[in-house]
T-cell receptor
Framework: GENVEQHPSTLSVQEGDSAVIKCTYS??????FPWYKQELGKGPQLIID?????GEKKDQRIAVTLNKTAKHFSLHITETQPEDSAVYFC???????????FGKGTKLSVKP | KAGVTQTPRYLIKTRGQQVTLSCSPI?????VSWYQQTPGQGLQFLFE???????NKGNFPGRFSGRQFSNSRSEMNVSTLELGDSALYLC?????????????FGPGTRLTVL
């Protein structure tokens, strides 16, 4: 079945620096790749997503890139702020089932 | 629009009991999916309901079941609770059941099994 691997598991950056989180997926039929942010005590919140017909998407300080040939996609956060501290999850869907398969998460800490 | 709501937010049960969790999707959304989140296994797909029918199921034992009502609200049930069922149970809704539909998550129900 589909498998999504996410790296790193923890990431610590200084405020103002950039943060990059990378994910790989196994099912070449996957066609939708969302990123979620989860804060303590809350459910995952969608921050950006990309569909397989697009290579890059940007929303203010957040960008996602997709390389379908290599089956990997990445989240880029620029000018990080302390409120960006949270756990970030990548996911992939599509193929025969269509449900979301999540990576294990990255705990991002932004130090002021 | 109101977001996805889940009730109750917290539950404490003992081994062997059963539990029912409820999810109200975003208005107009017809697909509801359930996920289990644990520190060890992360977020794992339980099942998906659309038009009152289970369309997709993850790799969980038959003790985990669910249903969806005509107004798209969904419930999930866990029977004969085990300690390992302690987890955050998340519900997500999407407009249809296209694989590219965005799924919006609720705050979850924290289940503790003693």
């Amino acid at each position: 079945g589909e498998n999504v691997e996410q790296h790193p598991s923890t990431l610590s950056v200084q405020e103002g620096d950039s943060a990059v989180i990378k994910c790989t997926y196994s099912d070449s039929a996957s066609n939708y790749f969302p990123w979620y942010k989860q804060e303590l005590g809350k459910g995952p919140q969608l921050i950006i997503d990309i569909r397989s017909n697009v290579g890059e998407k940007k929303d203010q300080r957040i960008a996602v890139t997709l390389n379908k040939t290599a089956k990997h996609f990445s989240l880029h956060i620029t000018e990080t702020q302390p409120e960006d501290s949270a756990v970030y999850f990548c996911a992939a869907t599509g193929g025969s089932q269509g449900n979301l398969i999540f990576g294990k998460g990255t705990k991002l800490s932004v130090k002021p | 629009k109101a977001g996805v709501t889940q009730t109750p937010r917290y539950l404490i049960k003992t081994r062997g009991q059963q539990v029912t969790l409820s999810c109200s999707p975003i208005s107009g959304h017809r697909s509801v999916s359930w996920y289990q989140q644990t520190p060890g296994q992360g977020l794992q797909f339980l099942f998906e309901y659309f038009s009152e029918t289970q369309r997709n199921k993850g790799n969980f034992p038959g003790r985990f079941s669910g249903r969806q009502f005509s107004n798209s609200r969904s419930e999930m049930n866990v029977s004969t609770l085990e300690l390992g069922d302690s987890a955050l149970y998340l519900c997500a809704s999407s407009p249809q059941r296209e694989s590219t539909d965005t799924q919006y998550f609720g705050p979850g129900t924290r289940l503790t099994v003693l």
